[in-house]
């Protein structure tokens, strides 16, 4: 295959090649351009969520009682235990000890954690999932040990399996 003679000719082959070049280097631009644009599209975004994360966290620092509940008294603790008892069909008489213990700071943070040492007698299954379900979601109390014994006395076979609890429950409290 020849090439046609006018592109042979010296005064053309130079402005011809500085064509070509000049051809592939806008190809290559245009490709360039396509992905900083791609680039600045996912940074715009990501700018975006960072401003929204900065604002939901401002928002937060701004309100941190309702982070640690309202309840800082051992008496509101009871109460709140108490209710729970009610909700999961435990008896009173099945609770034998709420005992307080001193709160401490969480890092070095204004929080305080303030654990509760509960201690149940012959409760099943069911009533003490039920309890820890409803002090959690309602009360905001977390559940951090949880201690199963079976108990002593002898247990009819038909009925629900008894067990005997002892568990912590902890309140974040904001304390600056």
Do not use: D
């Not at 490709?31 to 990501?46: D, I, K, M, T």
């Not at 960072?50 to 309702?66: D, H």
């Not at 099945?94 to 007698?121: C, D, G, N, Y």
């Amino acid at each position: 295959m020849k090439l046609p003679k006018i592109l042979t000719l010296p005064e053309i082959r130079l402005p011809l090649l500085i064509l070509t070049g000049l051809v592939i280097l806008v190809f290559f631009l245009y490709g360039e351009l396509g992905r900083l644009q791609r680039g600045a599209s996912e940074a715009a975004e990501n700018a975006q969520t960072c401003r929204e994360l900065s604002r939901r966290i401002l928002e937060l620092k701004k309100k941190p009682e309702l982070i640690s509940g309202n309840m800082s008294s051992t008496a509101q603790i009871a109460q709140s235990v108490e209710s729970a008892m009610v909700q999961a069909e435990i008896p009173a008489g099945k609770l034998v000890r709420i005992e307080p213990r001193s709160a401490k700071r969480f890092e070095k943070t204004p929080f305080l954690e303030q654990p509760s040492h509960l201690e149940f007698r012959e409760v099943t299954m069911e009533q003490l999932i039920r309890f820890l379900h409803a002090v959690s979601t309602q009360n905001h109390l977390e559940t951090i040990e949880l201690r199963l014994h079976a108990p002593r006395s002898t247990v009819s076979e038909t009925g629900p399996e008894i067990w005997n609890a002892e568990l912590v429950l902890t309140n974040t409290i904001y304390s600056p």
